[in-house]
């Protein structure tokens, strides 16, 4: 059984910063790509940072220059450094990764989620 675990939400205030972390546990052969998405009240999930097995990142415009991805492979961990918070960051964030059960099976997992709140 293959678990997400998120950590590190919360409220902080508009051009604060947070920062999340994402640790992958259970039957682990390997993991590819790792990303963080976000879901605010009434809009559809979207993707925020992404990450190779390598560490080339990816992200959006909207987060660009203000939000940063690293992952640590011995820990099967990926973390998010979001800095200059605005309140249209609020939202739930979702860890999600292509991870490998054993050398022949791979499947894609998602996290939980985490609450992060900016007020203004």
């Known amino acids: 059984q293959v678990q997400l675990v998120e950590s590190g939400g919360g409220l902080v205030q508009a051009g604060g910063s947070l920062r999340l972390s994402c640790a992958a546990s259970?039957?682990?052969?390997?993991?590819?790509?790792m990303a963080w998405y976000r879901q605010a009240p009434g809009k559809r999930r979207e993707l925020v940072a992404a990450?190779?097995?390598?560490?080339?990142?990816n992200y959006p415009d909207s987060v660009k220059g203000r939000f940063t991805i690293t992952r640590d492979n011995a820990r099967n961990t990926v973390y998010l450094q979001m800095n200059s918070l605005t309140p249209e960051d609020t939202a739930v964030y979702y860890c999600?990764?292509?991870?490998?059960?054993?050398?022949?099976?791979?499947?894609?997992?998602w996290g939980q989620g985490t609450q992060v709140t900016v007020s203004s």
């Open positions: 999600n990764a292509n991870l490998w059960t054993t050398r022949w099976s791979a499947d894609n997992y």
């Open positions: 259970g039957s682990i052969f390997r993991i590819d790509n």
């Open positions: 990450i190779t097995s390598s560490s080339t990142a």
